[in-house]
């Protein structure tokens, strides 16, 4: 692994932009083969959202519907909504490509940017938002130290994120394309983490 990509962060290292990736052993269902993408990380804790779990069938369609907002004919409105996390999950955040902003927008290391407005919803509807985004109701956070902790119990594994994994292909099929950024299989994991 790079330093980038070490995963005892300990030394003060952000895992902002970062990929985690849910090990065998996360003892938590929520985030069974779950890969995490880590929108701000500091001393005082953490938040991302899963990339890779739909909010039990809601389609971008059912959201506007909710939101009374009416999406130009051209706008394919099939697109899956994402099941970002556990907290606050009638709230929803639009992670996307720097293509798009405004001053509402959070810029996440490694050309990313979060906006939580319904403004960006409406100009995805009409055409004029982001080239890339994915829409995630909820999100995961961890108060301070706790991530860390998790890591050093073999909870996460972290690498580089890619921005076509975020944003493109099967969602079943992301924890082991994930993995394989990093060069496991995931057949070769264990639940147990060790000491050296």
């Not at 993408?37 to 991302?48: I, L, N, T």
């Not at 995630?136 to 073999?154: F, S």
Request: net charge negative.
């Amino acid at each position: 692994m790079t330093a980038r990509e070490e995963t005892d962060t300990g030394d003060g290292k952000s895992l902002e932009g970062q990929f985690l990736i849910a090990m065998p052993g996360i003892g938590d269902p929520r985030f069974h083969r779950s890969v995490i993408f880590v929108c701000a990380h500091s001393d005082e804790g953490a938040m991302g959202l899963i990339v890779n779990r739909g909010a039990d069938g809601l389609a971008f369609s059912d959201l506007l519907k909710q939101l009374e907002i009416e999406p130009d004919p051209s706008v394919d409105g099939s697109g899956p909504i994402r099941f970002g996390g556990p907290v606050e999950t009638n709230r929803g955040f639009v992670l996307h490509s720097t293509d798009y902003g405004d001053d509402a927008a959070l810029e996440i290391e490694g050309g990313f940017r979060l906006t939580g407005t319904v403004d960006i919803l409406r100009d995805i509807a009409g055409g004029r938002g982001p080239a890339s985004h994915l829409i995630a109701l909820g999100y995961t956070g961890w108060a301070a130290g706790q991530l860390e902790q998790e890591i050093q119990q073999n909870g996460w594994l972290a690498c580089d994120a890619e921005a076509a994994l975020i944003f493109d292909g099967d969602d079943d099929a992301k924890w082991v394309q994930a993995l394989s950024t990093l060069g496991i299989s995931p057949e070769l994991l264990s639940a147990e983490g060790g000491t050296a």
